[in-house]
């Protein structure tokens, strides 16, 4: 059950900062202008590779 819920917390925060990731685009394109990048990427990246290996040990 522990395990189960756990999996879908993250997957439910995976799917949360990929809908923020989309939001901030625009907000990311205009501070790349200006040369700061919004990390948004480590999140997803972390947060997906984590629900991979959750998943995966079902």
């Known amino acids: 059950?522990?395990?189960r819920l756990h999996?879908?917390?993250l997957f439910a925060l995976?799917?949360?900062?990929l809908m923020v990731g989309i939001a901030l685009?625009?907000?990311a394109f205009v501070t790349s202008r200006f040369g700061?990048?919004?990390p948004v990427h480590r999140v997803?990246?972390?947060l997906g590779a984590a629900y991979d290996r959750?998943?995966?040990g079902e």
Do not use: H
């Open 1 to 3: 059950m522990e395990t």
């Open 7 to 9: 999996s879908g917390l």
């Open 14 to 17: 995976y799917q949360l900062s």
């Open 25 to 27: 685009m625009p907000v």
């Open 36 to 38: 700061f990048t919004l």
């Open 44 to 46: 997803i990246d972390r």
């Open 54 to 56: 959750t998943s995966a």
